[in-house]
């Protein structure tokens, strides 16, 4: 990998950690692998996920940052743009990625995409559906996932 890539990963990692930022409870590499993260993001306040920890995988590209990196939910999550194997639809992941962005700022487009959902470019329609059309039962399902899978684990 490119040296830059490097020094760019380790002082986001160097940063985070710096900042003790109260929206994430954990950022570390796996395994001593500068290349590969996981982060523990903690859900919205006002929102179905509030008291929810959710664990992340990050995974930066040789490329970074220059492509955007990997990131799913570990954490199950009802939720209409992420599907069960925990992939995102966030349009900072893909289309709108810029080196300009770095690991906090996606955490925090996660968050807000937690807070406002997008049922219009949904990865799980069933979820979408359910979203618009009785938005009751979303939030109710959405809570009870996060009492399921996200309490303090």
Known sequence: MDPSTKNRIQKELKDIKKDRNPLYKAVDTVKDNIYHWHATIRGPPESPYEGGFFKLDIEFPSSYPFQPPKVKFITK????NINSNGSICLNVLKNEWTPALTIPKVLISIMSLLTI???????????????KTDLQAYNATARAWTLWHAQNK
């Open 77 to 80: 999550v009802y939720h209409p």
């Open 117 to 131: 959902p997008n049922p219009d470019d949904p990865l799980d329609k069933d979820v979408a559906h359910v979203y």
